[in-house]
């Protein structure tokens, strides 16, 4: 029930919304970001963009008054402590693992920045509290594996019954991984309707151009920046949806005998999938000629949806993140690696 009074039960309408973009934006949130131990990166989020370097990161959110609320914190790098953690295929789970931590915790400080001038009902400071923080991340992961991994496997298997054909592992996946993307293009779709996320687009738009920008060691400035692409091809979009392409192949080779067990190997082939993604999206943003190059065709294409162009504001934002990862990376004497 709302508050009593209309004020009070706007800013409650105000309070949901808020969050209901803050979870909206968590489960964009591999898609919007592009990680990579050696390399420069960044993540958009809401109303601004946080950028790692090897050794740090820094954000930079725009406040409802237009000024700038930054951050910074060191990043330790997984393989410089056990240096296993860096080999071929192990790399791209340990970085993507570390990759969706820091990329809750950027979310998080961002919706926290929105979230200072609304205040509960006895006067509290509004905020993404500890068991707030957690609720959403099991929540996140559960509609991961829900939408796209439960959905089209049961989907498919029912479909059975109309189209006796798919009882062939080869179609079945096919037909699975159609649904897959299905719905994972429905809902990058749906939520580019969605005003507030779309400025979340924009900003992936100024971090893709500030990176590319800083790769070809250009000055960076507004002017500068706003002549590169928005289309980067290490980016969470085309990670996303060269883990669908991949998956059909995977599971092709999986023979489907009984839902629990079919349902368990989606889940336990999803690391499998996801390290060798990630050396294909490595490859290909170092040889845009090669055969791999055409895997993340697809994911450059649909970043004319997850990317916008941006305003020289939002630009700005990347810019100072940058900067701030930057001035931190060189106090802990770190070295990069431009691709």
């Known amino acids: 029930m709302y508050p009593c009074g209309p004020v009070a039960r706007l800013r409650s309408i105000m309070s949901l919304l808020s969050y209901l973009r803050f979870h909206a934006a968590l489960q964009l949130s591999l898609a919007l970001e592009s990680a990579e131990e050696t390399l420069v990166g960044g993540q958009a989020v809401l109303e601004g963009v946080m950028m790692r370097s090897p050794h740090a990161w820094g954000i930079a959110i725009r406040r409802p008054n237009g000024e700038l609320a930054t951050h910074s914190e060191p990043l330790e790098k997984a393989s410089d402590k056990s240096p296993w953690k860096g080999w071929p295929f192990i790399r791209g789970i340990v970085t993507l693992g570390s990759a969706m931590v820091l990329g809750f915790k950027a979310l998080r400080y961002s919706a926290d920045v929105a979230l200072e001038d609304e205040k509960t009902e006895s006067g509290e400071k509004l905020e993404i509290s500890g068991w707030m923080a957690a609720a959403n991340i099991l929540l996140s992961l559960g509609f991961?594996?829900?939408?796209?991994?439960?959905?089209?496997?049961?989907?498919?298997?029912?479909?059975?019954?109309?189209?006796p054909q798919t009882s062939n592992q080869f179609l079945f996946a096919l037909v699975e991984g159609i649904i897959r993307l299905a719905i994972f293009l429905a809902f990058i779709w749906l939520t580019s309707r969605w005003s507030d996320i779309r400025r979340v687009y924009q900003y992936h738009g100024a971090e893709h151009k500030t990176v590319f920008a800083f790769e070809n060691k250009e000055s960076l400035t507004a002017d500068a920046v706003q002549r590169y692409s928005t289309f980067h091809p290490r980016c969470g979009t085309s990670f996303l949806m060269t883990v669908m392409i991949i998956s059909i192949a995977v599971?092709?080779?999986v023979p489907v005998h009984g839902f629990a067990?079919?349902?368990a190997a989606r889940l336990l082939l999803l690391p499998v999938i996801a390290g060798g993604s990630y050396e294909i999206i490595r490859y290909a943003a170092k040889r845009r000629s090669s055969l791999f190059a055409l895997m993340t065709a697809p994911g450059l294409w649909l970043q004319r949806i997850t990317t916008q162009p941006p305003d020289?504001?939002?630009?700005?934002?990347?810019i100072v993140a940058l900067n701030h990862a930057m001035e931190l990376e060189a106090q802990r004497g770190g070295e990069l690696v431009i691709a």
Request: hydrophobic share 55%; proline share 3%.
């Open 144 to 163: 991961f594996i829900f939408m796209y991994k439960f959905v089209p496997f049961a989907a498919t298997r029912a479909l059975r019954h109309q189209l």
């Open 312 to 318: 020289d504001r939002q630009v700005e934002c990347a």
């Open 261 to 263: 067990a079919g349902f």
């Open 251 to 253: 599971y092709a080779l």
